[in-house]
T-cell receptor, first 116, second 112 residues
Framework: DGGITQSPKYLFRKEGQNVTLSCEQN?????MYWYRQDPGQGLRLIYY???????QKGDIAEGYSVSREKKESFPLTVTSAQKNPTAFYLC???????????????FGPGTRLLVL | SQQGEEDPQALSIQEGENATMNCSYK?????LQWYRQNSGRGLVHLIL?????REKHSGRLRVTLDTSKKSSSLLITASRAADTASYFC????????????FGKGTKLSVKP
């Protein structure tokens, strides 16, 4: 059964704590993305990776970090530097074909992060 | 910002009616996509229309693209209560980054 999984579904963060959100895909996609969604603001790109061991900052990367050690996995760490982390976080993946950049994205179910 | 903008922000209709949502964007695009999001869930890709296409159909969905006006519309015909969701347009500008730019969405409510 192919797809993208995110865990956990809900995550609670204490002040000063780093937390890591998991994103795994078995679609054999090269590209993976992390988005943040706040009410009424649509999706904003945090980080993306088009190939293993390489990633780029998106529009709102401050206070976040990522790694891409395996093709299937793209974890996102919300660091203590992110002062307003409460949001819905969505991971996506897309297929790259040669030099063609990825187009259609496939999304995971999301992780809701709440601050205690 | 290159972000697309959907209009209206919210739409409430009765089951069986048609729903039309619009999206406007600012610069030339490679393609435009529509996604659907049920409350608290991930997004699901609905349809992609390329810059050299004017209209596309998929089941009860009809998408049009007017590159001269930099706008697109999504029509859902014979709506059902299960169509209740938020709908987002996303524009792809091409290039090496390959990133989609999402609008803020239209929240559609279909009443039985």
């Amino acid at each position: 059964d192919g797809g993208i999984t995110q865990s956990p579904k809900y995550l609670f963060r204490k002040e000063g704590q780093n937390v890591t959100l998991s994103c795994e895909q078995n679609l054999n996609h090269d590209a993976m993305y992390w988005y943040r969604q706040d009410p009424g603001q649509g999706l904003r790109l945090i980080y993306y990776s088009q190939i293993v061991n390489d990633f780029q900052k998106g529009d709102i990367a401050e206070g976040y970090s990522v790694s891409r050690e395996k093709k299937e996995s793209f974890p996102l760490t919300v660091t203590s530097a992110q002062k307003n982390p409460t949001a819905f976080y969505l991971c996506a993946s897309a297929n790259s074909r040669g030099d063609r950049s990825p187009e259609t994205q496939y999304f995971g179910p999301g992780t809701r992060l709440l601050v205690l | 910002s290159q972000q697309g903008e959907e209009d209206p922000q919210a739409l409430s209709i009765q089951e069986g009616e048609n729903a039309t949502m619009n999206c406007s964007y600012k610069t030339s695009i490679n393609n435009l996509q529509w996604y659907r999001q049920n409350s608290g869930r991930g997004l699901v890709h609905l349809i992609l229309i390329r810059s050299n296409e004017r209209e596309k159909h998929s089941g009860r969905l009809r998408v049009t693209l007017d590159t001269s006006k930099k706008s697109s519309s999504l029509l859902i015909t014979a709506s059902r209560a299960a169509d209740t969701a938020s709908y987002f347009c996303a524009t792809y500008y091409g290039g090496s980054q390959g990133n989609l730019i999402f609008g803020k969405g239209t929240k559609l409510s279909v009443k039985p």
